[in-house]
């Protein structure tokens, strides 16, 4: 049981602030579990992601997931990594702020975990992933629906990795070796806020903001809601604090930066911790925005355009 680790150089050169997606010929069996980097995607989930594999012998393609079709059990997991919090990647470069810049999100990786079927022929092919998910508008940021994922498929049959993971309780003599879910590294159900990018241009900084969400009739424990910011590098240097409370229906977030140094793609949240259904309806319903000076200042336009807002609920596939 092994899982490939395909493309561990793309881990490099993403985290060093070059491109999101590239392609690197790999090799290994049917049934062998696999990893696919596929670039930093916002919204990629199972349900809008289709998997085929195309031999270049001309044989019949395979398809390896379409939830639409009901092939599904190959598609073990779609995870987003991070750099290190110690590392270079993550305190001294730049150039990866600049990726926060073009995606107004987190500086992850989503890595696909794919079991391969017994049904792909052995040679020479190349994954081909078609995805709805967004990816930055930049030229040199290339889709994963234009990339094309070099795959050399050996003789022989593997088998799916399990993920072992050793457990001792306190009262134990013996240790347990135990099947890992590695589904549990992906995303839980959520709603994610993200402010407006499409045309945002002079970047203005700020020193406090409060966005507030109304959620009509939410129910449940605030104790059990989380409200979680996206994690940006070092090299974003604001300095960012968060803060929120939940009153009646309006859940307000707050931001500040002792600096005066907030941009605004950091206010993007998830919100999580309570069923989906109780933030149905949810919409931003105020932006307030300060100078270093404590002065309320205007928005971008289309910043302040609160319909320009995206919320989107996630559910556990990530649909």
């Known amino acids: 049981m092994r899982i490939y680790p395909i493309y561990i150089v793309l881990l490099v050169i993403w985290f060093s602030g070059c491109t ?3 392609t690197f010929p790999i090799t ?9 980097p596929v670039g930093s995607p916002d919204s990629m989930s199972k349900a809008n992601t289709v998997i085929t594999y195309v031999p270049d012998d001309g044989s019949p393609s395979v398809v390896l997931h379409d939830t639409v079709a009901g092939t599904t059990g190959n598609f073990r997991a779609l995870i987003n990594l991070y750099p290190e919090k110690t590392s270079a990647a993550w305190l001294d470069n730049f150039e990866i702020q600049n990726m926060a810049d073009a995606t107004v999100h987190g ?3 989503t890595v696909i975990l794919l079991d391969l079927p017994m049904t792909v022929p052995t040679g020479q092919g190349e994954l081909q992933i078609n995805s709805s998910a967004v ?3 930049n030229s040199f940021i290339p889709h994963i629906n234009n990339t094309p994922v070099r795959l050399e498929i050996l003789s022989g049959d593997g088998s799916p990795n399990t993920f072992d993971f050793y457990k001792k309780n306190f009262f134990q003599t013996a240790i347990d070796i135990l099947p890992g879910n590695i589904a549990e590294l992906e995303s839980k159900p959520r709603l994610i806020v993200s402010p407006p990018r499409s045309s945002i241009t002079s970047n203005p900084k700020y020193a406090a903001a409060e966005l507030v969400i109304n959620i009509p009739g939410i129910t449940g424990s605030s104790n059990s809601l989380k409200v979680i910011a996206d994690e940006l590098p070092e090299s974003v ?6 803060d929120w409370k ?8 707050y931001f500040l930066s002792s600096q005066g140094l907030l941009e605004y793609m950091e206010m993007r949240i998830s919100v999580l911790g309570l069923p989906l259904a109780s933030f149905s309806g949810a919409t931003v319903s105020s932006l307030s925005l300060y100078d270093i000076n404590g002065n309320l200042v205007a928005p971008p336009t289309e ?3 609160l319909l320009s807002w995206k919320i989107e609920q996630y559910d556990v596939n990530g649909s």
């Open 28 to 36: 290994a069996r049917r049934g062998d579990t696999i990893t696919v």
């Open 135 to 137: 990816y930055p508008g």
């Open 237 to 242: 240097i604001s300095r960012r604090q968060m």
């Open 303 to 305: 910043l302040g355009d």
């Open 246 to 253: 939940l009153k009646g229906d309006n859940l307000s977030i």
């Open 107 to 109: 500086v992850w990786l």
């Open 20 to 22: 999101t997606v590239n």
